[in-house]
Nanobody
Framework: VQLQASGGGLVQAGKSLRLSCAAS????????MDWYRQAPGKQRELVAN???????NYADSVKGRFTISRDNAKNTVYLQMNSLKPEDTAVYFC??????????????WGQGTQVTVSS
């Protein structure tokens, strides 16, 4: 199983970016699909998560600005980031809870994509 993240880049404050993360491989089902971020010198933090049943949760710092969504047919999760701020600058990682054996789920990480917001 692999997770391939894309969509990062350099943008000015107030602009938008859309991240994508596609899971591939021998996948039976996917439960949660999440976005995390890690800024220089800081711990990795949860930005948003999306459960297979449709519920979503967001960190307080991004509520009202970021939207997580999924295309289950494509095993892909998106993060629409609007009104970006310099403090959103970080490497963004996707994580997915994936079952390959119809019995248990395991967490997989994508490779990370850099988001840089200039003031």
């Amino acid at each position: 199983v692999q997770l391939q993240a894309s969509g990062g880049g350099l943008v000015q404050a107030g602009k938008s970016l859309r991240l994508s993360c596609a899971a591939s491989g021998s996948i039976f089902s996917i439960n949660a699909m999440d976005w995390y971020r890690q800024a220089p010198g800081k711990q990795r933090e949860l930005v948003a998560n999306s459960h297979s049943g449709g519920s979503t949760n967001y960190a307080d710092s991004v509520k009202g600005r970021f939207t997580i969504s999924r295309d289950n047919a494509k095993n892909t999760v998106y993060l629409q980031m609007n009104s970006l701020k310099p403090e959103d600058t970080a490497v963004y990682f996707c994580n997915a809870q994936i079952s390959t054996n119809r019995v248990s789920f395991q967490g997989y990480w994508g490779q990370g994509t850099q988001v840089t917001v200039s003031s």
